[in-house]
């Protein structure tokens, strides 16, 4: 378990109905592609986030299939149309099984 994976989100605490929000997620991971040698010459293992997904409101608006060649703590920005006031769930799914989950709630002005 990467023990040092920290989710961070930003998203506003209101919206209009109707309107489009900007969403920020980001997840703090050494994402280690297990392509790298350690002192001893013998191979890291691999240690990625390797799916990120965004439900809003119970509905799935992102999935994203992560590789090794994505950097150091991913970040993703996207839009998404609030329809209702709601939950959104972000969660990280790492290679080790681990899953790292971060909920915010908007509320519709």
């Known amino acids: 378990m990467a023990t040092d ?12 109905a109707g309107e489009v929000v900007n969403i920020k997620a980001l997840i703090s ?27 809003l409101g119970g509905v799935n608006v992102i999935d994203v299939a992560i590789d090794p060649a994505v ?10 149309l609030m329809a209702d006031s709601g939950e959104i769930k972000f969660t990280w ?7 790292y989950e971060d909920v915010k709630t908007i509320e519709l002005a």
């Not at 297990?34 to 293992?45: M, W």
């Not at 799914?93 to 899953?99: E, F, K, L, P």
């Open 5 to 16: 994976a920290k989710p961070r989100v930003k998203v506003p605490k209101s919206a209009k």
């Open 29 to 55: 991971h050494k994402m280690e592609s297990g392509q790298r040698k350690d002192a001893e010459g013998k191979l890291i293992p691999r240690s990625i986030i390797n799916r990120f997904t965004c439900d």
């Open 71 to 80: 950097s150091t703590n991913p970040y993703f920005e996207f839009d998404a």
């Open 93 to 99: 799914y790492d290679d080790d099984g681990s899953v």
